[in-house]
């Protein structure tokens, strides 16, 4: 530690002539030591410029840092907003990346408010009365902290700025705010109102008037060490995030266990923390100045071995320039009559009053120099590991982009020379394929409803074999009679659907799959390769598929009634049937035989009332239905009424042509013939039994629904074929809309391929300046690394601050 050497009294007024040139000397020295201008935060050295404050550098890198996220902020937004609008399909970007780069956003965002709310913490321990609020208002030039002999501070305080142009104080937990007055009533110990040794009061002191709460310093002051032998809490409330520790000792006393004890504990849970020692009231020594060498190298022997040895925190060099011997009293008071203009007269003084002033004034100095080097390491070291982490994981993604895009543009360029040497080829071509296609969309659709009609008439054709397919149980009872009947209706349909499905819908879907594999080729062809499984992915992968047909069974046998009487199939009514033909009942009906309201046409249609039959026999069908034509050339809706209006008209010749018969063969003949037909008839009424019924309802039931399905087949058919028709020509109008698109682009000097090579030029051009915006950010932090972080001395950087603050011409 360098100083200036301590002149006595004696000495200054040995010569009366040179009294006031020693004087004016001593002052402007004196000035030298105590005055640092408020404006600019710097101290006049001796035969030089000003010097800019160490504590700038924490202002300048906290200033720097700010700047940086900021810029990074808007890097982050710019550049995820750049990555979603390319990853759309111009280049393909991996979405999780972009994701990633977006999450960087909040952590930027949290990062950039810690750098507002960071400042540089230091606080003050000792015992108690050794002065350590004396101190503190010292180094802020005004007496803001109570002090005074004895136990003085009971609580925390924390003296922080604000751009109020009041001060004010807040007790922790609460937005309240007292005037500075009462920082007092809150904290002196002497006062029965005062807070508790754990408890903090925050006093907000006005920037403007306080160079060091302008450069973002926080004060704390402490109550003693030795008012409670359990410190612990202090430590982890008010000392884990402090930067610097002023130790304030009494310099008519030595070190005590007291304070050493606190700041081991201090060096357990903190790595290495900066410690300064300040002996203070050292003016006391001019009262024994026989022995004031002697005790200074006492207190700094101790001071040193106790910085060195016991605490182990830094080296023999480094613990000179933390042990200083001062006056806090001294400082404040001198400040005090400077801010009021008033002459400081070093004589007035106890001896050595300069040579303290410089100690402080050396502590002041080197305790900014620590504070801004160890607040800018702990606040902002692992910031700008977060920052050049990020900004290299943007610069190494903005490069892929970049390359990719590069890449992609020169494939570009070469495929839309490609495409133009075969414009008139496609152009020719797409006439040709949209003819082809329309036909074969038309063919198709034609071979469906054809298809589609056949299966149904195929299916028609055996529907006594798929109803045969339900073996239920026959039923005993109505409620087990309808029961069979729902399930007979479904098992049908069921197997209907399956049936035709196989028959007809998976020729009908293959051929569709097959002429849309074949048009999404051929007209695939005239798309742009670059974009044409983009394009084309849509129509693959939409649904299969597949032709449906609708069937209601159950709805279409509302109106089905079984006959389950028994009928003799050689009954009257059968063998007339068998005797008249469909030409014979014309031609009685003609004659007025039969009513003509009951004359049968080929495609003639009865309602579901009409479904009975009236003739039944065992091994043989059932009538049929008389909504579908006769086949066999026999009437088939003969009932008793029309059979005995014929008879009852034709009496005379049927009793004609039975005397005949008679008198032909004889009685005995006819007399064997009736019992023939009785045993005939008992033998079929014997046959009568459950599964005869069942073959018989199942006969009724096809007769039934035969005619409702035969009616539609001719819709079925047109809607398939509409279907088959409409899923083709969506896919054909969707392959025209991006053929048409596609030619029409090649029609236009390849205007497709133009414009995706000039939005590539700038995704090309954007990703390169962002790129370089990034390593250009990388490199700021790196200088940043280089100039606050990495292990060198402030006096590096002091420099550089002092070109960035002096005027121009100064520099």
Known sequence: MSGILHRSKSEIDSSSSGVKQRGDAVRK????????????????????????????IFSQAKKKMNEIFIELDA?????TAFLKRISQGVVPVNLETVDHVEKQYSKIKGITEMVARDHMKVVFFGRTSNGKSTVINAMLRDKILPSGIGHTTSCFIQVEGTDEPEGYAQTEGSDEKFGVSSVANLSHALNQGHLGEESLVRLHWPKNK???????????????????????????????????????????????????????????????????????????????????????RQHLDRNLEFLTKELGVISN??????????????????AQKKQQNAIVNPGAFPDGYLMRMQDFDTFERKFQECL????????????????????????????????????TRALQEEDRLRQESLFHLKTTHFESMSVDFKEKIDALSRKAGQEIIAGFKEELARLQTTVNLYTKNWPMTVEQMHLYKLGLYEVFERNLLRNFEARCSVPINNAVDMLEQEMLTRFGGLLPENSRDVKLAPLHRRQRFNVKVHLSIPQMCIGFTEDLTFHFSLGWQRIARLLLSRN??????????????????????VSPGASKSTDSGIGSLPPSNSSLPAT???TKDLDVVELAAILSKCGIGTGAVAFMVWRSIGWKILVGAAASYGILYGAERLAWHFSTRRRVFKHQFVDFVKPQLASLVHPSATSGAHQVQEEL???????????????????????????????????????????????????QLDSFWDAYIASKDVEDVVPDILNNHLPEQQK
Request: hydrophobic fraction near 35%; proline fraction near 4%.
């Open 29 to 56: 020295e004196m000035d030298a030591l105590v005055n640092i201008p408020e404006e600019n935060g710097s101290t006049p050295t001796k035969g030089g410029p000003v010097s800019p404050s160490p504590l700038r």
């Open 632 to 634: 066999d050339g026999t």
């Open 584 to 605: 014979e009942m014309r031609r009685l009906a003609t004659f007025g035989f039969l009513p003509m309201s009951r004359n049968v046409e080929p495609n003639a249609s």
């Open 729 to 779: 020509e969506f896919t054909f109008t969707e392959l025209i809309r991006l053929a048409n698109e596609s030619t029409t682009e090649l029609s236009e000097r390849i205007a497709a391929l133009r414009k995706e090579v000039k939005t590539l030029d700038e995704v090309t051009s954007q990703a390169k300046v962002m790129n370089n915006k990034s390593k250009w950010l990388e490199s």
């Open 210 to 296: 306080c160079f060091l709460l302008r450069e973002d310093v926080v004060l704390v002051d402490s109550p003693g060490i030795d008012v409670t032998p359990d410190t612990d809490i202090w430590i982890d409330k008010y000392c884990l995030d402090a930067d610097v520790f002023v130790l304030v000792a009494n310099s008519e006393s030595t070190l005590m266990q007291a304070e050493k004890n606190f700041f081991h504990k201090v060096s357990t849970r903190l790595s290495k923390p900066n410690v300064f020692i300040l002996n203070n009231r050292w003016d006391a020594s001019a009262n024994e100045p026989e022995f004031m060498d002697e005790v200074r």
């Open 317 to 334: 060099q480094q613990a000179l320039e933390r042990v200083y011997f001062v006056s806090a009293k001294e400082v404040l008071m001198t």
């Open 372 to 407: 801004s080097k160890s607040a800018v390491r702990t606040k902002f070291e692992h910031h700008t590991q977060q920052g050049r982490k990020i900004a290299h994981e943007m610069r190494n993604l903005l490069e892929e982009v970049y390359e990719q895009s590069n890449l």
């Open 75 to 79: 890097q982050v937004k710019e550049s």
